[in-house]
Antibody, heavy 121, light 107 residues
Framework: EVQLVESGGDLVKPGTSLRLSCAAS????????MSWVRQAPGRGLEWVGR??????????DYATPVKGRFTISRDDSQNTLFLQLNSLKTEDTAVYYC????????????WGQGTLVTVSS | DIQMTQSPSSLSASIGDKVTITCRAS??????LNWYQHKPGKAPKLLIY???SLQSGVPSRFTGSASGTDFTLTISSLQPEDFATYYC?????????FGGGTQVEIK
């Protein structure tokens, strides 16, 4: 069974940094493309970014609002996905979901339960 | 970025009703269109990918269709567990973008 468990969400002040983790199990993590999606309070879903598997280059792409501030990385030896959030803004307040990401039709087929990041002074 | 315009933003329907949700892309996206269901406090769930392919385990009352840049999610007979918010998503090009969502409520 595919399991994705996010952690690291917290209450932080604007301008600070935070790192989220996603522990994956039930599939071959190193073969998977992965992504992050967020939902701000009272808002819809928003794609944050994705990272390819290393055999496809291991590169990441990002949504416009987070480009240059957020970094997605992975540790295949630990079956863990990361999201580094820098220069946080109040509008980054959201539940952050980790997802598997099909590399054929590019959909998020499995989702974690999410971790809440609150950015407030 | 590709814009996805979803309508309606909300609807009220009864058990057994046929429900239709539409999504329009701002440019051609071929069949790279996905539909998700999201219930409060739960992880979103993939329903349909590639515009009309049913994800494994999803009931057959959910169908997806496409016509040019217009996409439709249809629930043939609404069930109690279907009350949720539905989102379309284009996966034709990065950044991937979602529609604004359609909240399906009980009439």
């Amino acid at each position: 069974e595919v399991q994705l468990v996010e952690s690291g969400g917290d209450l932080v002040k604007p301008g600070t940094s935070l790192r989220l983790s996603c522990a994956a199990s039930g599939f071959t993590f190193s073969s998977a493309w992965m992504s992050w999606v967020r939902q701000a309070p009272g808002r819809g879903l928003e794609w944050v970014g994705r990272i390819k598997r290393k055999t496809d280059g291991g590169t990441a792409d990002y949504a416009t609002p987070v480009k240059g501030r957020f970094t997605i990385s992975r540790d295949d030896s630990q079956n863990t996905l990361f999201l580094q959030l820098n220069s946080l803004k109040t509008e980054d307040t959201a539940v952050y979901y980790c997802t598997t990401y099909s590399n054929t039709w590019y959909m998020s087929d499995y989702w974690g339960q999410g971790t809440l990041v609150t950015v407030s002074s | 970025d590709i814009q996805m315009t979803q309508s309606p933003s909300s609807l009220s329907a009864s058990i057994g009703d046929k429900v239709t949700i539409t999504c329009r892309a701002s440019q051609g996206i071929s069949s790279f269109l996905n539909w998700y269901q999201h219930k409060p406090g739960k992880a979103p769930k993939l329903l349909i990918y590639a515009a009309s392919s049913l994800q494994s385990g999803v009931p057959s009352r959910f169908t997806g269709s496409a016509s040019g840049t217009d996409f439709t999610l249809t629930i043939s007979s609404l069930q109690p567990e279907d009350f949720a918010t539905y989102y379309c998503q284009q996966s034709f090009s990065t950044p991937l973008t979602f529609g604004g969502g359609t909240q399906v409520e009980i009439k």
